[in-house]
């Protein structure tokens, strides 16, 4: 999905809702566990009652390759459903972060086997660990930038001896290795100070955004830190949509909890004009 197209759907549907789908067979509603595949029916009943109030899907892999050959049977599955819900963004939350042939086979891995829009990425290594995932067209990688985690402090916010704090340094350098056509970076919503100065450090790509909801993040805080003229956001929420109900209510109460994002992220962006 190009970037004209991603900014096109978020116009469309009026949502910068990105639903995170880590799905955990314990947590799922014991009806849903009486299928052959939990995990892949749970997936299909959510993203068949929120595709027309998401722009993306989101799915960590850590949730699917802790199952083995079903979690990625379920992985595989759960992607294909959502192609045929139409337009809809999706991201493997991978965090790899290797160098050569290891870092081009990730990329074929994800972009050519699986078929997603993106993938999440760290920098550690260096532009050889990103630039694999570069120059192809619709596809992005999605770099991590700054993070919403207690561990942030560690290395995140360290200062690098030229006023600059390490996320900063690492942001703007990997500005310069991918355009606003195919780069993005994650930025959590739990410190909206820091999403802003992330703003200013790249105000014309798009970032990811998990934390909102079950970690703490506020919605709108981030909406006016982080919102461009394009959108510019993807904002995830996992168990906050996933997990809103129990038993028979889990499905109809995802649907509320994914409306009740949308319908704020609407007002918004009605409000900055970019609807």
Known sequence: MTRVQLINLIRRKKSLLCVGLDTEVHLVPEHFKLESHPVRAFNEAIVEVTHDLAVAYKLNLAFYEALGDQGWLDLEATIAYIRTKGDCFIIADAKRGDIGNTARKYAEAFFDKLGVDAVTLSPYMGKDSIEPFLHQPGKWAIVLGITSNAGADDFQFLDTGNGKRLFEVVMERTSEWGTAEELMFVTGATRPEILAQARAIAPEHFFL???????GGDLNAVLDAGLTKDGGLLINSSRGVLFAGKGEEAIPQA????????????RKLRERGVL
Not at 209 to 215: C, E, F, K, L, T
Not at 255 to 266: D, H
């Open 209 to 215: 955004v998990p934390g909102v909801g079950a970690q």
């Open 255 to 266: 649907r509320k909890a994914a409306q009740e994002l949308q319908r704020a992220m609407e």
